[in-house]
């Protein structure tokens, strides 16, 4: 669905999932008016069938649908995509937010919400490139940086790929994003608020205690033991620092 008399051509696809009709068109239109190109499901299963057919930026996601929920939607779409997922709760819950961030889910925000502020979410999440171009592809005769290694771990940037002994492990785009803007800088602690500027913008309105989830989930891909940690290390009250992978 996209607006009528567009000036421009989208630059981002988008899909919202709500049974609650009015509402998913508010949000569609919103995101209209920002150039997007927004497509509506009003159920999970829809929902899976057209994000596979025309594989979107975004999903926006309803937790509470009908029939296939929105946390299993969520499982299911991580399985093919890597469109980042906000989940619309009707609860503020820690358990809510936990649930769906487990899943897969890049954010969630809360019902009632302000489609504008969702919209302006979703603009912080995407001015990060979806993937990241190998350097002699956006620059000819100019080698793409090395591999970083630490321990057992390599984290290959040019290639958004990061191997544990050699097994690929399957990283969410937000968990990507916070492995690259730690092991960028060894050794050095950043804070929350540092970590969301790094994988969102310096703008970015969110809960900081989205990182702390993220680098949970994390730590389990990596099998990192938060008590006695070999890559993601913890400064309580401070934030996190990369280890030496020993």
Do not use: C, H, K
């Given at each position: 669905m996209v607006g009528p008399g567009a000036s421009r051509q989208p630059t981002f696809r988008a899909l919202v999932?709500?049974?609650?009709?009015?509402?998913?068109?508010?949000?569609?239109?919103?995101?209209?008016?920002?150039?997007?190109?927004?497509?509506?499901?009003?159920?999970?299963?829809?929902?899976?069938?057209?994000?596979?057919?025309?594989?979107?930026?975004?999903v926006i996601l309803d937790l509470g649908l009908p029939g296939i929920d929105g946390l299993e939607v969520c499982r299911q779409l991580r399985t093919f995509s890597d469109a980042y997922v906000v989940m619309l709760t009707a609860r503020d819950t820690e358990l809510d937010t936990v649930l769906g961030l487990t899943v897969g889910a890049d954010d969630y925000i809360t019902k009632p919400f302000s489609p504008r502020e969702l919209v302006a979410r979703i603009r912080a999440m995407l001015r990060r490139p979806r993937t990241m171009p190998s350097a002699d592809a956006s620059a000819p005769g100019i080698p793409a940086p090395p591999p970083r290694h630490f321990g057992p771990l390599t984290i290959n940037v040019s290639a958004r790929e990061v191997r544990i002994g050699g097994e690929s492990i399957l990283l969410t785009r937000t968990e990507f994003d916070l492995l690259e803007a730690l092991s960028a800088r060894p050794g050095i602690v950043l804070s929350r608020r540092q970590l969301l500027e790094a994988i969102r913008d310096e703008a970015w309105v969110g809960n900081d205690h989205l990182i702390d989830v993220h680098i949970g989930h994390l730590r389990r891909k990596l099998g990192d033991?938060?008590?006695?940690?070999?890559?993601?290390?913890?400064?309580?009250?401070?934030?996190?620092?990369?280890?030496?992978?020993?």
């Open positions: 999932v709500d049974d609650e009709a009015p509402l998913a068109e508010v949000v569609a239109s919103y995101l209209e008016r920002e150039q997007f190109e927004a497509i509506v499901a009003a159920n999970g299963a829809d929902a899976i069938t057209v994000a596979r057919e025309l594989d979107p930026d975004v033991d938060a008590a006695a940690p070999r890559y993601i290390v913890t400064l309580r009250g401070v934030g996190y620092r990369m280890g030496t992978g020993q």
